[in-house]
């Protein structure tokens, strides 16, 4: 079994392997909180859900976007 190091932070944008059951049926969350829970917020209902870290790299599927580093020098 091989070991992936998952290259994930603070405000990307993930796709998961399942959609949440809301009426947008959405696989895209954005990452609002990092710990040892993930919080992730459905961009389709702007529902939020805590995951353990464990269970959110087992669900993860992609990373559609990294977070944009809004600093101006």
Known sequence: MTSTQL???LYDIVEMKKE?????????????RMG???KIECQG???VI??????FNKRLKR???K????KTD
């Open 7 to 9: 290259d994930y932070g």
């Open 20 to 32: 949440h059951p809301c009426n947008t049926r959405s696989k895209i969350f954005k990452i609002v």
């Open 36 to 38: 040892a829970d993930i």
């Open 45 to 47: 209902c702007k529902n």
């Open 50 to 55: 805590m995951l353990t870290r464990y269970n």
């Open 63 to 65: 990373i559609v976007s």
């Open 67 to 70: 977070a944009q580093d809004d």
